[in-house]
Each structure stands twice: as C-alpha cells, then as structure tokens.
C-alpha cells in the first residue's frame, strides 16, 4: 500500500515536472530509455548508433539511452509488440513506417504530439519532407517521426546507353521514353534469346511498393490516410498495372514473370538488365560492385512524377513512465537534428529526413562529391506514402498477390485488382467506421 | 567384413558396370554442385560468382566479410550449446521411457506407448503457434531452452532404443539383479553398453538435424544472444540491398564446416551404426 | 514380495519426465489449438470471444488455403516417390561398389549436413534467369530462356527438385544398411536359379527392403509436410502463392498476420490431414509389410 502511494505521488510529481523537464534537465532525477533498433547485421551500424548514445548522454548526463539491437524490421516489432503485451516494452523503437496501424491498433504507443509544448517542438517536427510525414499520421496525430527513409530511384548502365546509341547521361524522363529507352536496350542472341534486358522493376516479396511507383505516377492513391479503405480497382490503379504488365507482355524490354528482388542488384553488375528500378539503400552497393559508369535518377513520369517512400520511424511506447517518455523525445529530438540527420544519411545511405539537413556543410559537401546522393531528396516532393492500412501485412498480400498474378499472365490486370480489392474490402471492414 | 569381400552374383559386370557407373557419377556431380558451387563461389571475388573461369583469382577476403558482417561467433556457440543440451536431455529421457516400454510391463502401458508415437506424426513444427505462447507463458522466449524444449522428449528417440533394449537377453538383466543391483543400475550396466552403436547413430541424427534446423528457431528466438546459426545466416542474407553470393556462400561454409568434417571423418561408423541399429 | 506395484509404478517413474515434455508441448498445444480455433484472435482493445466454427467458415472460403493445400499435395506426391526412388538407386550403387563408391557415398550423403537455409540461397542461384547455373546448361544446348521460380508452373517444381535433393541422400543410408543386412546365400541360390538381376532386385531385394520402405515413407510423409525452409528463402510462397506451402501458410498467418485463431485453424487442418495419412499407412502398409 505505501508503495503504491510512492508510486502514484512520484508519478504525479513527475506529471507536473514534465512540462519543465526539458527545460531543467538537471532536476530530474537519471532516467534510463531503452531503445529497439532493428539491425540484422552488426558491423558498423551498430557502432554509429551507440557513439550517438554516448554522445547524447554526455550532453545529457540524467539520460541513458540504452540500444538493443532486434534484428529485422520484422523481428523487432514482434519483439516490441510481444514485450508490450507480456509487461515491459521499449520506451522508444524503430520501426517500419507502415507498422503504424497495427501499433495504434494494439494500443502499444502514444501520439508524438502530446510531448508538442513549445514553439521550437512544433518547428522540430514541422521540419521534416512531408513526404515522410504521410506515414507518421493518421486520424489527426502524429505517431511516428521519421528517421531512416528510403524511396525508390532508377539506376542506369551508361556503358550499355552508350552502345545503344543513346545519351548515357540522360535517363529516360517519361513512361513512352522508358519502353522507347529500353527497346533499344533489349539485346537478343542469334537464337532470339535475351542476354540483356532493357529494364527491369523486381516483383517477388514486396511488389505493392514497386508497383506504388507507378500508380503514383498515374496520379492514383491506393489506400486512404485512414488505412481503412484500398482503392486498388480504381482504373487508373489497373491502367498503372497494365503498364507494368505491357512492359514485358507487349513491349517486351522486361523479363516476363515475377522477377526476384534479391537479385536484380546482381542482375545490373552482370549486365543483365540495363535499368533496374530498386531502393535509395542500394547506392553504396551499386557504388561499390558496378564495375562500369553508372547513373542515378528521378523514376520516369506518367502523368505526373511519383515514388513511394520506405523504412523506418521513432516510435514512443505507452507503458513507459512520463519522465522516460519526455526523455525518450528529446533524445529524438537530439538525433533528428539537422547535423546529425545529415550524418546519418552520409553514413548509410538513407535519405536525411529534413530539409534542413541538406544545407549542412557536410551534407553539402558530400552531394557535390556523390550528385546521385541528392537524387532521392529531389524525388521526395513527388512522394507518396507507402501502403499502410490496418492489418497491414494481410490487406499487403492481397495485393501482392493480385500483383503477381497479373504479371505473370494467370488474370488480367482487371480481374487481379478487382479480386485483390475485395480481398482487402473484405479484411478491412471491421475497421470502417 | 569377410563375406562382403567376395563379388556379389549380381553386381554389375562389364559393360552393365560401365553404364552404372557413369551414370551414378552423373547423379554424384549433381548432387554435390552447390557444394561444389559454394567453394567455388567462396574463395573467388564476386565478379566471378556467376562466371567460371578456370584462371580467376583466390581470395579469403568473402571470409573475412561474412565473419566481420555478422556475430557468427556467438551463433556458434549457441548452436554448440543448443544441441548439446538437446542431445543430453534427448538421452536421458529417451533411455528412461524406452527401458520402461522395453522392460516394464505396467498399468496403461499401451496407451503411453501410443501416446509417444504421436510425436512422430505431430511435430513440434506443425505446433508453432501454439508452441510460441507456451514459451511466452513461461517468459522464455528468446532463450536456447525454448528452441530445445519441444524436442526433447523425442518419439524417434523412445522408439529407436525400446526396439534395442528388447533384443538385450533377460538373462543379463536377470543376473544384474540377483547381484542386487537396483534397476537404475541394470540399465546403466547392461542395456546402455549394449546400445552404444544406436546412440551414436541416434545422435548423429539429432544433432545434424537440430544443427539445421531453422523454422522453430526462426520463431523464438529474436536476439543475437539466442539466435542458431540458421537463423543468423538467414537474418545475415536477406537484407534490402539483395544476395552477395560470395558472401553468403562463405559463410555458408562456415557455418556448415563443422558437420562436414564430423561426417566425412565419421561416415563409415555412421552407416554401419544404423546397420546395427537394424532400423531396416 | 510386493513386486507387482512396484513394477507399475517403476514404469510410470521412468516414463514420466518424457512424457511430462510430450504432454506440454505435443498433446496439451494440440488441444490448445483445437479451442482457440473456436475463438477469435484478440486484438488491441478487442478480446478474444468464442466464434464457433467462424475460423473454419473462413477457412473453406480462402482460397489461398485451398491453393496451399493442393500445392502440399502436389509437394508430396512430387518428392516423395522421387526422393525414394533415387534413394534406392543411390543405395544400390554405393552397395555394388563402383569405383570411388565412398565418393559417391560421399556426394549423395552432404545434402544431409547442410543447413536447408544455406542450401535454398545457393539454389536461388542456381534457378536465377540468364546467368544461373541451369540457363548456363540450358543456353549450351540452346534451350529458351526460363524464369524458373518466376512462373506459376515452374515454381513448385523448383520447389521439389530442392526437396528431394535435400532428402534422397539421408533415405538412402537407411537402404544402404538394409542391403547390407540381405543374406548373401540369397543372392547365390537366387543366381544358381538363373535369376535376372532385374528378377532378383524386384523379387527378393526390394521385398526385403519393405520395413525400410514403410520407415523411410513414414519420414517422407512427414517431410512433405514439415519442410518449408526453402520456401522462406527461395520464394516466400510466391508467385501469387504458387509455392506456399500450409505449414508455410501457417507461418504466415500466425507470424505475420498475427491471426493465432485462423492459424490454429490451419493448424488443424494439417493434423487432420496428417491423421488420415497416418490411418492410410496403417490400412495399407502395415498389413503388406506382414505379409512380406
């Protein structure tokens, strides 16, 4: 009984503190965050994350941030939904962007909004590519801030360009250039069989964020910011998937069939395919392994220019105590800051979360070394959210599925959106209000 | 070994034996190719990972990357410690149930018997779901013992050895006891001796197959300080930016090397332990 | 003497601590799973409540269960003739010692040993469109080019070829010991008969081998349902589930949809399944192994 009164009069104490604890760090007394990053491997994303730790409690010193690393993306949203179900989830994770949905819908976070008090907290989080922002709210709120993003970015062989007569400085701008560019590109042996594609848009595992390119670019949405309704039988949605399908059914400049995601980097070094369509994470890669000139670009229009973004945000979980959430967001704060977006960026590829970022010195010195690093942000303006809904991972596989099946020939554009959005219909109307 | 030194009647001869033989190497070399791949693969830079060139250059560096890019030494040891732990759990339990289905005619023995045998046909893969909140009930998971406990009491197992222990004559066991030895002892100075070429085969089997296995793991474990090999080399290979096969073939090696070595330096008691354990 | 009681309870003693981990997690999940099949998956806010037969409706209106279990089916039947066919075979030529029989012991065998993880990446290699290894044969003898794991048709045939890779090696030392173990006055009264070595493989060889056949099978049957390594890592049940296996489905629904009610319902239709093969055996072999 005494404890608990403890407990409930510190937490009170701490309730009205939390409005002066970012002022007046020193008062409060030391407070640990632990926080979930998901990284597969170890190496030196590892050694990054727990210098900014250091870093951060050598400025704070009531503040420990404690990194745990969980594996994937996937891993480590079991393991924070599982320890929020079971008692002691993380303070703060990193998480996908679309896992949005099914944290609300298990209750596991707060809005980030709550911790906006002053002028400067709501200039921090006006600060970043509203392009990112589309995946971090809903229903009126913040829920997540963006940290690590990706986006989708064509990659180019100039030495194939070359030989193809055309310009290997320019990619192609639009949907008629990308079939033309790639006619030219499709290289036959004397038996007719293909030893080089003109392009290539991968297809296994997660074709909806591909396939978001070009519903973007023919001025279509696919889901609502709501994430309660899909709109994948809208015609410009089949029209999108038609031009994807005509891309190797008709115009024959992509292999036919569901093309593998994991190889399609390997693909563009063995010449295999002379455009490939893939993440803005690949860049170090492709930096790295291509051993002819390549470029990078902006994905060709449709109607109008488009990508979906990708990765990861900050997430704050609900059953932390006031003091480790107040913590848990300046710490957040703190590693969101337009130096150390900049950084990041610099030092994994991501894309730098704010606009601000790419006026550092840093930054800007490392665009005027690497021009291809700035290609993403230019993209972001025309970004969209990716697919995000409730259930998110089943309402994703019907359209996977539909995806798949229309490229490889099995249903027609038509009848694999009309199925899929039934299928998602189906699984979403409990959530409709 | 005498008597299969002298030629069998109906071994292949001549041009029959010419054909046999061709054609059984044909299938040998399939079989090894992504082995043979995986060396070829390994100690060449990536360039020639689709490429065989006779003349490419050797390289360690694939090593060096696959053991830099992941704790590979911690999931050695996890798998060293998960399997050991299931092996001793697997032969105690095992010899225990087995000596009393062999030996013990008691109460509802029948019914236990078939109760076992049902773990032949529900493994604990096919109870994933299930299996995960038990071990989330027991706050386990993520831990070694959750990915051993489900196989430990092992059906295969109380099968293998009951089978065994019922060809030991009753005489033996008989005169341990008249010598006063309890039934602990019996078993431990008569039956486990006796079956020692079924537990080398027996233990080959689980420790190869819990070695790799992957989908249980998979499901428990999320961390590095829990994670097997298999999980680690899956968890190492899909990342975003798509498959190095060099890397991945080189730590595929790695992690592998280990079984390798043990069976090809075991191969031959290997086979004749299951010949013994007349599982025909 | 008191012995009789004894006796019971030394048994049940010895059993107990085997049977204790079966009864936790064999026999207890499955009922587990049977109950929380009638119930729905919790959700947030929402808790679980009992749905009746809800799962099962859902269940016989999904077509992707459909679709996984006729792709099990087909899995089955592809790799389990196949793997023990080429297990007999394997096992034969080791037996009549060719030349370099403990290589070739040596080669068929190594499937075994190495992580189906590993393995599934170097076959993704394999199968891979223009450079892989089987377009490089194929391009040599000038067949078409083939998007292996790409096409709805040629996907799960992929699927098995890895499959009965993977295990024909392993049956085949169970054969191997089991020809050992034949009698060779067998062979030489059978050749003093004049008998073909066609007529002694099928009459008195593979008879023989029966009990091992039926072990083997039993394995197999087992394997075909159990096996989804390589699909995580080849296809992930795709292109549009033409690969997805149930146990891969299970995992899906459970580990990624979070859906633990409709994967207990899964769940159950594997057992079901698993049991009907389990009475087809013992209707079938068991009385033709007698026989024998």
């Known amino acids: 009984m005494m404890n608990r009164l403890l407990k409930s009069a510190t937490a009170a104490a701490a309730g009205a503190l939390l409005s002066t604890a970012l002022a007046l760090p020193a008062t409060a007394q030391n407070v640990e965050v632990s926080f979930f990053y998901p990284v597969a491997v170890g190496g030196p994303i590892t050694k990054i994350i727990d210098q900014y730790a250091a870093d951060f409690q050598k400025e704070n010193p009531t503040i420990k941030v404690t990194p745990i690393y969980a594996g994937t993306y996937q891993e480590t949203i079991v393991k924070a939904l599982t320890a929020h179900k079971s008692g002691t989830p993380p303070v703060i994770s990193v998480l996908l962007s679309t896992d949005m949905f099914s944290l609300i819908d298990e209750d596991a976070i707060i809005p980030i909004d709550t911790f906006i008090k002053t002028d400067a907290d709501k200039k921090w989080l006006g600060s970043f590519f509203p392009a990112f922002m589309k995946n971090s709210q809903t229903g009126g709120k913040t829920w997540g801030v963006p940290f690590q993003r990706s986006t989708v970015v064509l990659y180019w062989n100039k030495e194939a360009f070359k030989e193809a007569g055309l310009d290997p400085n320019k990619a192609p701008a639009n949907w008629n250039e990308l079939i033309e560019f790639g006619k030219k590109l499709t290289k036959r042996d004397a038996s007719g069989n293909v030893t080089q594609w003109g392009v290539q848009v991968p297809s296994s595992g997660f074709p909806y964020w591909l396939f978001q390119t070009f519903t973007t670019q023919n001025g279509v949405e696919i889901m609502n910011q709501a994430g309660d309704t899909t709109y994948y039988d809208k015609p410009e949605v089949v029209q999108a998937l038609q031009y994807w399908v005509d891309l190797s059914a008709k115009h024959k400049v992509m292999a036919p069939g569901v093309i593998e995601w994991g190889t399609t980097p390997k693909d563009f070094f063995e010449k295999k395919a002379a455009m490939i369509y893939t993440t803005t994470g690949n860049l170090t890669n492709i930096k790295n392994n291509a051993k002819f000139d390549f470029g990078v670009a902006m994905l060709p229009q449709g109607k109008k220019r488009g990508s979906p973004t990708g990765g990861g945000n900050f997430y704050v979980f609900k059953k932390s105590t006031p003091e480790q959430q107040a913590a848990a967001v300046k710490f957040i704060q703190w590693i969101t800051s337009p130096e150390r977006a900049a950084q990041w960026g610099i030092d994994t590829g991501y894309v730098a979360v704010r606009a601000d970022a790419w006026e550092t010195p840093a930054m800007k010195k490392y665009v005027e070394g690497f021009p291809a690093a700035a290609v993403a942000r230019d993209q972001l303006q025309y970004s969209v959210a990716e697919l995000s809904t409730h259930e998110n991972q089943r309402v994703t596989k019907a359209l996977n599925d539909g995806l798949q099946a229309a490229l490889t020939g099995a249903k027609t554009p038509e009848q694999a959106m009309k199925d899929s959005q039934a299928e998602a219909a189906r699984i979403l109307r409990p959530y409709k209000k | 070994m005498n008597a299969a030194e002298r030629p069998h009647p109906f071994e292949p001869r001549g041009f029959a034996r010419v054909v046999d033989t061709v054609a059984a190497w044909t299938l040998a070399i399939l079989w090894a190719l992504p082995l043979l791949y995986a060396v070829w693969t390994a100690f060449h830079p990536s360039e020639y990972s689709a490429r065989f060139e006779l003349l490419a250059p050797l390289t360690l560096e694939n090593f060096a990357k696959a053991w830099e890019a992941a704790p590979f030494a911690r999931y050695f040891l996890n798998t060293v410690m998960l399997v050991t732990l299931i092996l001793i759990c697997q032969f105690v339990l095992c010899t225990l149930a087995a000596y009393a289905f062999a030996r013990y005619r008691f109460w509802g023995s029948e019914i236990a018997f078939f109760l076992v045998l049902l773990q032949l046909m529900v493994m604990p893969e096919i109870l994933i779901v299930e299996n995960y909140r038990t071990m989330s009930v027991l706050g386990i998971l993520d831990s070694i013992p959750s990915i051993a406990l489900p196989y430990v009491a092992s059906a295969f197992g109380i099968f293998l050895l009951r089978q065994t222990f019922k060809t030991v004559p009753r005489e033996l066991d008989d005169a341990a006891r008249v010598e006063g030895a309890s039934a602990l002892q019996v078993l431990m100075k008569v039956y486990v001796p006796l079956a020692k070429p079924i537990y080398l085969a027996y233990g080959l089997v689980s420790v190869s197959f819990h070695w790799n296995n992957f989908l249980w793991p998979l499901v428990v474990t999320n961390s590095v300080s829990a994670r097997p090999l298999t999980v680690g080399l899956q968890v190492f290979s899909s990342t975003d930016q798509g498959i190095d096969w060099s890397i991945i073939t080189a730590a595929t090696l790695m992690t592998s090397a280990p079984l390798l070595l043990a069976f090809l330096l075991f191969q031959r008691q290997f086979v004749q332990s299951f010949m013994r354990a007349g599982i025909r | ?292």
């Open chain 3, 1 to 292: 003497m008191p012995r009789r009681f004894d006796v019971h309870l030394h048994g049940w003693l010895l059993l107990l601590p085997a049977l204790a981990f079966l009864a936790l997690f064999t026999h207890y999940p499955a009922i587990a799973t049977l109950i929380e099949s009638f119930y729905s998956t919790p959700r947030g806010a929402r808790p679980s409540r009992f749905v009746g037969l809800d799962n099962y409706q859902a269940l016989l209106e999904d077509p992707v269960f459909w679709q996984s279990l006729s792709n099990n089916l087909i899995f089955a039947l592809g790799t389990i003739p196949l793997s023990i066919a080429l297990a007999i075979v394997m096992a034969i030529w080791v037996n009549d010692r060719l030349a370099g029989r403990a290589w070739l012991r040596t080669a068929f065998f190594t499937p075994t040993v190495l992580p189906m993880i590993a393995v599934a990446n170097i076959w993704l290699f394999f199968f891979t469109p223009q450079y892989g290894l089987l377009e490089q044969f194929s391009h040599l003898f000038g067949f078409a080019s083939q998007n292996w794991l790409g096409s709805p048709e040629t996907a799960l045939f992929c699927v098995i070829v890895v499959a009965v890779w993977k295990e024909a090696g392993f049956f085949m030392i169970f054969y191997l010991a089991a020809l050992q173990q034949i009698p060779p006055s067998l062979a030489e009264a059978a050749a003093l008969e004049g008998a073909s070595r066609w007529t002694y493989l099928r009459r008195i060889v593979l008879p023989l081998m029966m009990p091992t056949t039926l072990f083997v099978l039993i394995n197999a049957i087992i394997n075909s349902f159990r096996l989804v390594d390589h699909i995580i890592v080849m296809t992930r049940g795709g292109p549009d589930n033409a690969t997805s296996l149930l146990l891969f489905y299970i995992y899906e629904v459970g580990f990624k949809f979070w859906d633990t009610s409709y994967a207990a319902a899964l769940t159950m239709m594997l057992l079901l399944l698993l049991a009907l093969m389990a009475m087809a055996q013992y209707v079938f072999l068991e009385r033709r192994v007698h026989y024998q």
